[in-house]
């Protein structure tokens, strides 16, 4: 090519485009192999054997004939592991329980055979003597004096309490009471708030047990070599503390743990915690000498992975006439169930939302986490924030109405703007709430169809029409609980100009791997198809904090970039060294290194390559970075600036109630987003898409019935996920403003689209009727009898431990 | 321990034999005795629609069939469609809609869309919602799936 020929190279920006997920194909084929696909070869399959009573204590166990049967290689209770360690957020839970079992998924034992079939049948033989204890049925039960304790401290042999080590943990130690957290936040005057208010309203909310309904059910293989280095194939959202955890667990080097990551049949937050079936299922490994995996049934899967975290919620809150919100005070009882995991610590977002959601010149936060018989609760997409929400939207739609105001003024009274800093210490950077409130308001007609609807609340015809609005903040820019909140990249180019991306950041469907290559594309001018990505094993990839906290965008995306842009400015170097030109005036475009004024090709990429690698100074393009957000810890007081960004979104959710049978049909969704910058729009609206349908289950359909320990419906037959004849319209818009730290201005998305849409149907069933839902979900049963006034509204007294 | 039975039939168009146990449901024999695990387990009780695959043209919960009861009959599974160039339309469809984000579901999905493009050729969108009724998503909220059938009919309107 001489110079006369050289073309002009144009390329379109990629970001806002909609880019089809990398992975797609494979998946739609049906060839991915997902772990519950995987085989290893010499594999046993595991079983484990659960509690048959909710609170007993445990007199013999019996595994003699489950050992006998044939194809039986290992059976094991906790006496078998004597230096099992517990696990948890707490440190409160013992993997496999020989004492006492404190709920019905507890783990007594557990089998490794040539067959599921086979270890299933052993389980059948194992003989347990239990003593029931008197059950702890509700978190108000767990309060009240005298109630029985969950984690009672062990008694020596003359029933005196056995005198322990400082710091030993909860699971040996035991615990005085059933309070197993307490998290109390407080900012400005609260009495001299109170005074001026001229409206204050105060009411209790009952937030239920829903789970994540992965469609992949959980499971995990472990294998051991020959020098005792663990493998484990997991489905885990959080890879390298994984790592760590188990590594501290077997008192090994971390060096010597390897997780591997096969594709995941959905996460949402539920494999952010190490479980009892991980680490039984290395006990089993270790113990048979062989691989041995682990996977759950659905039924199993409803009973034994975690909750989303039930609440009860008192909230009162205060207005002056003119609009102004005065204060906020909260107590909330959250039912840990038997063990603590990431349930226990949604107080954490739950506080931003009552804090810093709206200007709020006081609050005051209290939330008492206690121990029950119940299922325990982990983390779930909005980690506490759907429960927050819909207390503080509804009691937004309750002020107004009281002073007279429009719902949507109020809100826009009282919403955040960019610039502010909130009384937790929250520093709004970028801040698009207003123009999600207004865009989603003007985009459903929701001021003319809110009137509407109430003037037609005594219309004929048993079919009410109802809209609501709701609003929330998220983090959008990581979180900052761990040491570090980073995510490493690793970037090399090859001969041919493609790129290898070899990132932390896990993939679980959600589209990372996709929203990386295009970022990094984005800066080296190549097209999507040029990256192969790298993300699913810790001895090749760099350290990621993991999946979760709507992070991965943001953090990992800026992790690349930072990567990418190293290679640039080395590729940029050495064309401008070899083609004897300034390199700030060259740009890569299209496969090409360019003149980046006028697009003119100065030489393409995989041959400047190629010229670097095949030299006399033979260079290869390799870079790597690691980004660590610009954000701060909380304080004690939960004070800090927590993310470097802030997601933000309204929810206009438009219903039909049925007065005559409680049905409520969820007809439209208006959903405005504030995601910073629009990076692949294809991605981003099936986050979002997902996130609605997510919360509308939570709204009408989902309820997992836990009566006395004993959760009722674990089959999708009685657990009713939304259906695709059930979703509403939905009509999703995006605010860009731009957030100056995140990824091409980008900031996080996940878990922002299911919070606001139970708060929102709240608003919307009262809008349509008149009537008032204090709690979830929103079953025709549970609309049918409010509509009658035949539902005692949730109460409960605010209550601190001395 | 249990009673195996031979049994003969069409996989995804290749003579197939086999010996399977009397209770094995169909889902393990395509998953554990034939090795094809594109169909999914998710419920194992005929709810959630993972492990669909066609017996005869009708579409089946491949978890609540017996595999006893797949003898003389034609079964296709994803892995039959995936090399179907007939089929191609709809896969594609999938991927360019954003239809896919797990993709656990997406199997059981992609053949009972099939059906319904094989059975209805001019669905609309209601008409596709009502058909993949029994086939559970948790990720997408169903939107992109419906879009990407509703696209694949009469090959894109």
Redesign the interface.
């Known amino acids: 090519m001489n110079a006369a020929e050289k073309p002009v190279i144009v390329a379109d920006s990629l970001i806002g485009q909609?880019i089809?997920?990398k992975?797609?194909?494979?998946?739609?084929?049906?060839?991915?192999?997902?772990i519950?696909?995987m085989v290893v070869p010499g594999m046993l399959h595991a079983k484990i054997l659960r509690s048959a009573r909710v609170h007993a204590r445990i007199l013999s166990i019996d595994t003699s004939a489950a050992k006998a049967l044939p194809g039986v290689h290992v059976v094991i209770t906790a006496a078998d592991v004597p230096d099992q360690q517990p696990i948890g957020v707490a440190r409160d839970h013992l993997p496999l329980k020989g004492e006492r079992v404190r709920s019905l998924r507890d783990e007594i034992a557990a089998v490794a055979a040539d067959s599921e079939?086979i270890a299933e049948?052993a389980l059948r033989l194992i003989r347990v003597e239990y003593e029931d204890l008197p059950i702890v049925a509700g978190p108000e039960d767990a309060i009240k004096p005298g109630a029985p304790l969950i984690h009672p401290a062990p008694l020596d042999a003359e029933g005196r309490p056995k005198t322990l080590p400082p710091k030993t943990p909860v699971a040996f130690a035991g615990k005085a009471d059933n309070v197993a957290m307490r998290f109390d936040y407080t900012h400005g005057d609260l009495a001299a708030a109170e005074a001026e208010s001229d409206v204050v309203v105060e009411d209790t909310f009952q937030l239920h047990y829903v789970t994540?309904?992965?469609?992949?059910?959980s499971g995990v293989i472990a294998e051991f070599d020959a020098s005792g280095n663990l493998l484990m194939y997991s489905n885990t959202q959080v890879p390298f503390l994984h790592k760590r955890e188990f590594a501290e667990y077997l008192d090994i080097d971390p060096a010597r743990v390897r997780i591997i990551q096969p594709?995941?049949?959905?996460?949402?937050g539920s494999k952010l915690d190490i479980y009892p079936f991980e680490v039984i299922c290395i006990f089993l490994a270790r113990a048979a000498k062989r691989p041995v995996k682990m996977v759950f049934?659905?039924e199993e899967e409803f009973l034994a992975s975690p909750t989303r975290q039930p609440v009860l919620l008192t909230l009162r809150s205060g207005c002056r006439k003119d609009g102004t919100l005065t204060f906020r005070q909260v107590h909330t009882l959250h039912d840990n169930g038997a063990y603590t995991s990431w349930g226990a610590t949604t107080p954490f977002v739950m506080m931003q939302t009552f804090s810093s959601l709206y200007r709020v010149p006081a609050c005051d936060y209290h939330t008492t986490v206690v121990y029950t018989n119940n299922p325990y609760a982990g983390s779930f997409r909005g980690y506490g924030n759907l429960q927050a929400t819909f207390a503080i939207e509804q009691h937004m739609d309750m002020l107004a109405e009281k002073i007279g105001m429009d719902p949507l003024d109020f809100r826009l009274k009282n919403a955040q703007d960019a610039g502010e800093v909130t009384g937790q210490g929250m520093t709004f950077k970028s801040c698009g709430f207003k123009e999600c409130l207004t865009t989603a308001a003007e985009r459903s007609d929701y001021r003319r169809k809110h009137a509407d609807n109430i003037a037609n609340r005594n219309a004929r015809g048993p079919v009410k029409r109802g809209i609501g609005i709701a609003s929330m903040l998220h983090v959008g820019g990581g979180a900052k609980i761990y040491p570090s909140d980073g995510c490493g990249t690793i970037l090399k180019l090859d001969d041919f100009a493609n790129v290898t991306l070899i990132t932390g950041a896990s993939e679980?469907?959600?589209?990372s791997e996709t929203v990386l290559s295009q970022l990094v594309c984005e800066e080296l001018g190549l097209p999507i198809s040029a990256v192969t990505v790298v993300n699913n094993d810790t001895a090749i990839t760099p350290w990621d904090v993991g999946v979760h906290a709507s992070r991965t965008t943001f953090i990992a995306g800026n992790s690349a970039i930072g990567a990418a842009r190293m290679a640039k400015a080395k590729i940029l170097a050495a064309a401008a060294r070899k083609h004897d030109c300034d390199e700030a005036s060259l740009d890569l475009r299209g496969g090409f290194v360019v003149k980046a004024d006028s697009g003119e090709a100065v030489v393409e990429l995989a041959r400047l390559m190629r010229s670097l690698h095949f030299s006399d100074k033979a260079e290869l393009v390799m870079t790597t970075f690691y980004y660590e957000p610009p954000s701060v810890h909380q304080d004690k007081g939960f004070k800090g600036d927590v993310s470097a960004a802030y997601a933000w979104a309204t929810q206009v959710v438009e219903v039909e109630v049925d007065t005559d049978t409680g049905i409520v049909k969820m007809t439209k969704v208006t959903g405005t987003h504030d995601v910073g910058r629009v990076l692949n729009r294809?991605?981003l609206?099936?986050q979002i898409?997902?996130?609605?349908?997510?919360g509308q289950g939570y709204a009408l359909t989902e309820n997992l019935i836990v009566e006395n320990g004993v959760t009722r419906n674990p089959?999708?037959?009685d657990y009713k996920?939304?259906?695709?004849?059930e979703?509403p319209e939905?009509d999703i818009s995006f605010v860009e403003s731009m957030d100056g730290e995140g990824p091409r201005g980008a900031k996080g998305v996940g878990e922002a689209p299911s919070i606001c849409i139970a708060a929102a149907a709240a608003n919307a069933i009262y809008n349509a009727t008149g009537v008032r839902i204090f709690g979830l979900p929103f079953t025709p049963e549970a609309v049918y009898r409010a509509l009658r006034g035949v539902t005692s509204k949730p109460h409960w007294q605010a209550w601190k431990p001395e | 321990m249990s009673l195996k039975h031979d049994i003969e039939f069409a996989l995804n168009g290749v003579r197939k034999r086999v010996a399977v146990d009397v209770t094995m449901t169909a889902l393990d024999m395509l998953r554990d005795v034939v090795g094809l695990t594109g169909t999914k387990y998710g419920c194992g009780e005929g709810e959630c629609g993972a492990c669909t695959i066609r017996v005869d043209g009708q579409t089946v919960n491949a978890c609540l069939m017996f595999a006893v009861a797949c003898d003389g009959h034609d079964i296709v599974t994803i892995e039959g469609l995936a090399a179907d160039p007939k089929a191609d339309a709809l896969r594609e469809a999938f991927v360019e809609h954003g239809a896919v984000q797990c993709g656990f579901c997406t199997p059981g999905m992609v053949v009972q869309a099939a059906h319904i493009l094989e059975t209805n050729p001019n669905a609309d969108a209601a008409t596709i919602k009502r058909g993949l009724e029994g086939n559970l998503c948790r990720c997408t909220g169903y939107k992109k799936i419906v879009d990407a059938v509703e696209s694949a009919c009469c090959g894109g309107r």
């Open positions: 909609r089809q997920k992975d797609a194909p494979e998946k739609a084929a049906g060839k991915t192999r997902y519950q696909d079939e049948a994540h309904c992965c469609m992949g059910v594709p995941i049949g959905g996460g949402f049934t659905r679980i469907g959600q589209g294809l991605g609206e099936g898409e997902g996130g609605v349908v997510m089959n999708f037959r996920l939304v259906t695709a004849p979703i939905m």
